[in-house]
C-alpha cells in the first residue's frame, strides 16, 4: 500500500498552504560612504565599502574605442 490521500485538498485548504510562498524584497538600507541602496550585511556593489573599510576595488567601467 502505498501513501494517498484520503481526501481530496480543496483550492482554498491548497492556497492557504501556499500564501507564504511568494518572493520578498531583500531588506535595502544606504550605504555609509556613497549613500546608495544596498543589501544590509553585505559589501556596497558600488564603493566596494563594508564596515567603514574598503574591501573591494571597483573598477570604473569603460566605453570601448570606436
Same mark, same amino acid.
Given at each position: 500500500m502505498?501513501?494517498?490521500? #484520503?481526501? $481530496?485538498i480543496?483550492?482554498?485548504?491548497q492556497g /492557504? $498552504?501556499r500564501?507564504h510562498?511568494y518572493? #520578498?524584497?531583500p531588506?535595502l &538600507?544606504a !550605504? #555609509?560612504?556613497? $549613500?546608495? %541602496? #544596498?543589501?544590509s550585511?553585505h &559589501? !556596497?556593489? /558600488? !564603493?566596494? %565599502?563594508? /564596515?567603514g573599510r574598503q &574591501?573591494? =576595488?571597483? =573598477?570604473?567601467?569603460?566605453?570601448p =574605442?570606436?
Amino acid at each position: 500500500m502505498g501513501a494517498l490521500p #484520503k481526501q $481530496r485538498i480543496s483550492r482554498h485548504r491548497q492556497g /492557504n $498552504r501556499r500564501r507564504h510562498h511568494y518572493l #520578498k524584497l531583500p531588506h535595502l &538600507v544606504a !550605504c #555609509k560612504s556613497c $549613500r546608495e %541602496m #544596498k543589501r544590509s550585511h553585505h &559589501v !556596497c556593489p /558600488n !564603493c566596494g %565599502m563594508y /564596515n567603514g573599510r574598503q &574591501v573591494l =576595488e571597483i =573598477e570604473e567601467p569603460t566605453r570601448p =574605442e570606436a
